[in-house]
T-cell receptor, first 113, second 117 residues
Framework: DAKTTQPTSMDCAEGRAANLPCNHS???????VYWYRQIHSQGPQYIIH???NNETNEMASLIITEDRKSSTLILPHATLRDTAVYYC??????????????FGTGTRLQVTL | SAVISQKPSRDICQRGTSLTIQCQVD?????MFWYRQQPGQSLTLIAT?????????ESGFVIDKFPISRPNLTFSTLTVSNMSPEDSSIYLC??????????????FGPGTRLTVT
């Protein structure tokens, strides 16, 4: 699986949008971009994933550049409960079966008042 | 998505002893995984728990140290054997389950925090 690069940490004011970048310049055509987050003392939580189109769900939006070499996770209105480590993972997929999730060091997002 | 529980949630153990961690899922799932998260570190996959056959271990992890059972599609155990302080970590169970969009994604349990003294 391709390697990802994320900033070590970021701050965001509560109520503002949090934009978390991820570089994955070696991504291949069949690899998806996944985002998970881990709130302190909890297991990782799946957020969103995408291949090449932008994706949105109830938690976040995922913007993938046209060349797919980078992406941005957007939390539109960050709250204190969004304080967590956010992991960007590139993962190949086989229909109905799992491929490994390889976690990097992630971005520690601190949401402040 | 599947609801995953783990027992115990935390434990403090003496070196040289063994601890078995249980993972229970509220629905049948094909794929179950065990991860380790050492203090201040990211997650590392230990093994894939295969139902009806031996687990598939990642490089650096061996069956003698981390024996795994998977007797059915809703349950698995991970044993940390002959523990040393270096085994102090959070151990997480993960399953692959169908997401709301119809794809299959991995979901994680709450973890077991192990401290070895």
């Amino acid at each position: 699986d391709a390697k990802t690069t994320q900033p070590t940490s970021m701050d965001c004011a509560e109520g503002r949008a949090a934009n978390l970048p991820c570089n994955h310049s070696t991504i291949s055509g069949n690899e998806y971009v996944y985002w998970y987050r881990q709130i302190h003392s909890q297991g990782p939580q799946y957020i969103i994933h995408g291949l090449k189109n932008n994706e949105t769900n109830e938690m976040a939006s995922l913007i993938i550049t046209e060349d797919r070499k980078s992406s941005t996770l957007i939390l539109p209105h960050a709250t204190l409960r969004d304080t967590a480590v956010y992991y960007c993972i590139v993962r190949s997929r086989n229909t109905g079966t799992a491929s490994k999730l390889t976690f990097g060091t992630g971005t520690r997002l601190q949401v402040t008042l | 998505s599947a609801v995953i529980s783990q027992k115990p949630s935390r434990d403090i153990c003496q070196r040289g002893t063994s601890l078995t961690i249980q993972c229970q899922v509220d629905s049948q799932v094909t794929m179950m995984f065990w991860y380790r998260q050492q203090p201040g570190q990211s997650l590392t996959l230990i093994a894939t728990a295969n139902q009806g056959s031996e687990a598939t271990y990642e490089s650096g992890f061996v069956i003698d140290k981390f024996p795994i059972s998977r007797p059915n599609l809703t349950f698995s155990t991970l044993t940390v054997s002959n523990m040393s302080p270096e085994d102090s970590s959070i151990y997480l169970c993960s399953v692959e389950d169908r997401a709301s969009g119809g794809t299959y994604e991995q979901y994680f349990g709450p973890g077991t925090r192990l401290t070895v003294t």
